[in-house]
């Protein structure tokens, strides 16, 4: 269940993609778990575990979720998600190549895409694995204040949930 209409996750989206062609940003990859609730209202307590989102600049393109498979029901259920993308967690296993494969599939070969790196959802491991991954086939920059600058501005859906929730 969404905690605000869908037209409010495209309005965040929308200024997401504003800054990020602002920064010359081609694609956005989101490990940050407030920014996941934030742009989509994906609400999980699987974030210790690599769970990205892929946003582009280009509005054609649905955001993409690369997530554990245990965490597909609630991606489903408490976000804006249509396109959800599974890595499965067991021994040896790198969900940096499924990302890239998702990179690929869109057409980000070569492109510079910001990452959100100072967050606990993307671990030491994890982002070594991806910049170990990514390392040649695109430009990776550090873009970890991106959606923070959007969250600080409420807008009027997010003064009124406050004010209702003050009121319970």
Same mark, same amino acid.
């Given at each position: 269940?969404?905690?605000?209409?869908?037209?409010?996750?495209?309005?965040?989206?929308?200024?997401?993609?504003? +800054?990020?062609?602002?920064?010359?940003? &081609?694609?956005?990859?989101?490990?940050?778990?407030?920014? @996941?609730?934030?742009? /989509?209202?994906?609400?999980?307590?699987?974030?210790?575990?690599?769970?990205?989102?892929?946003?582009?600049?280009?509005?054609?393109?649905?955001?993409?979720?690369? /997530?554990?498979?245990? &965490?597909?029901?609630?991606?489903?259920?408490?976000?804006?998600?249509?396109?959800?993308?599974?890595?499965?967690?067991?021994?040896?296993?790198?969900? !940096?190549?499924?990302?890239?494969? =998702? @990179?690929?599939?869109?057409? +980000?070969?070569?492109?510079?895409?910001?990452?959100?790196?100072?967050?606990?959802?993307?671990?030491? &491991?994890?982002? %070594?694995?991806? !910049?170990? #991954?990514?390392?040649?086939?695109? *430009?990776?920059? &550090?873009? !970890?204040?991106?959606?923070? %600058?959007? #969250?600080?501005?409420?807008?009027?859906?997010? =003064?009124?949930?406050?004010?209702?929730?003050? *009121?319970?």
């Amino acid at each position: 269940m969404l905690h605000f209409d869908r037209s409010e996750f495209e309005h965040r989206i929308a200024g997401a993609r504003r +800054l990020m062609r602002e920064d010359r940003l &081609d694609a956005l990859l989101v490990f940050a778990q407030e920014s @996941l609730y934030y742009l /989509t209202g994906f609400d999980t307590s699987g974030f210790v575990f690599f769970q990205c989102a892929v946003l582009t600049a280009d509005e054609a393109r649905q955001p993409v979720l690369l /997530t554990r498979r245990p &965490d597909l029901e609630q991606a489903r259920r408490t976000s804006t998600f249509e396109d959800i993308r599974l890595w499965y967690d067991r021994p040896g296993m790198d969900p !940096s190549k499924e990302l890239q494969d =998702i @990179l690929a599939e869109m057409g +980000l070969a070569g492109a510079r895409i910001g990452i959100e790196m100072r967050t606990f959802g993307l671990t030491a &491991d994890n982002y %070594a694995l991806v !910049s170990a #991954r990514l390392a040649g086939w695109c *430009e990776l920059v &550090d873009a !970890s204040g991106l959606v923070r %600058a959007l #969250r600080v501005v409420k807008s009027p859906a997010e =003064i009124a949930y406050v004010r209702q929730a003050a *009121e319970l």
